[in-house]
């Protein structure tokens, strides 16, 4: 959530609300209870391994060839790869400033 990462939500706050929530009939799922967790321990593992900012934590994908083709970054970065998904997300991102978890991961 937009208002998780800009600090106008706490995570504390979220997660004594889902349990609460999930005293009653109008429970959360498991999914949203879960990503507050996996939100969490992204900056967890931030904090623990530094590095990871800079390199890949998963050592075998080490030996990836990116592209060096600006044109390329550019057509990404605008939203204009040819992939719908990966185009409105980059779009969506460029015109309000984030996106849904689910779409990062494309």
């Known amino acids: 959530s937009h208002h998780l990462v800009r600090g106008e939500l706490s995570p504390r706050d979220v997660y004594w609300a889902c349990r609460r929530a999930a005293a ?6 498991k999914t949203f ?3 507050i967790h996996w939100r969490d321990l992204a900056y967890y593992q931030l904090h623990c391994f ?3 900012g800079d390199v890949g934590i998963r050592r075998h994908y080490d030996s ?3 592209s060096t083709d600006a ?12 992939f719908p ?4 997300a980059m ?8 996106v849904p978890q689910a779409v990062r991961m494309v």
């Not at 550019?74 to 790869?81: D, F, I, V, Y």
């Open 24 to 29: 009653s009939d109008a429970g959360p799922s």
């Open 33 to 35: 209870d879960r990503r």
């Open 50 to 52: 530094p590095e990871m």
């Open 64 to 66: 990836t060839a990116w």
């Open 71 to 82: 044109a390329r970054l550019e057509a990404w970065k605008a939203g204009r790869t040819g």
């Open 85 to 88: 998904m990966v185009d409105a």
């Open 91 to 98: 779009r969506q991102l460029r015109a309000v400033g984030w």
